[in-house]
């Protein structure tokens, strides 16, 4: 199973046509948030399930807030980051993370690519397609593959401005 893990593509989805084109086949698509209004645009032209939670910058989305989904046999967390102080540190959102026993949390609203591999719990971020904030500034986004033995495997990915 190939799963597709962006955020914060702020309206602009030119990059992710760029990433969708690149990876397809996937199997679903998750973005962490701040969609400004590229929901439907998105969904259509994923070709798969599409996961989408509301950012910071989501003002009049319906999108929800959180995700609980299970794919592959793991129980993956969805938040935005925002509400959980994650520029600051990820503590909050682990323990919210452990609390709905999710094995996988995701988030965005750094804008900046991460990947922490605990035994109990991964807590990543794909960073931004749109703004990219880490150092080199290469817009980036994530693969979760699940290969045959129900393991998951990440990998952050960054695109050439």
Do not use: W
Not at 67 to 80: C, K, S
Not at 103 to 122: K, N, W, Y
Not at 135 to 152: H, N
């Amino acid at each position: 199973m190939k799963i597709l893990v962006v955020s914060d593509t702020h309206g602009h989805e030119k990059n992710l046509m760029t990433v969708l084109n690149r990876v397809r086949p996937v199997d679903a698509l998750i973005h962490c948030g701040d969609v400004e209004g590229g929901e439907d645009y998105i969904r259509a032209a994923a070709e798969c399930p599409v996961y989408m939670v509301r950012g910071n910058n989501d003002y009049f989305s319906d999108l929800p807030r959180e995700e609980e989904i299970v794919l592959g046999g793991y129980r993956i967390f969805v938040t935005h980051g925002h509400m959980y102080g994650v520029s600051m540190s990820t503590d909050m959102l682990k323990g919210e993370a452990r609390s709905r026993n999710a094995q996988v949390a995701m988030f965005g609203h750094t804008h900046r690519p991460c990947l922490e591999i605990e035994s109990d719990l991964t807590v990543l971020n794909p960073g931004s397609l749109s703004y990219p904030r880490q150092e080199g500034r290469k817009p980036s986004f994530l693969i979760m593959e699940i290969d045959r033995y129900g393991e998951a495997h990440y990998t952050i990915n960054y695109l050439e401005r």
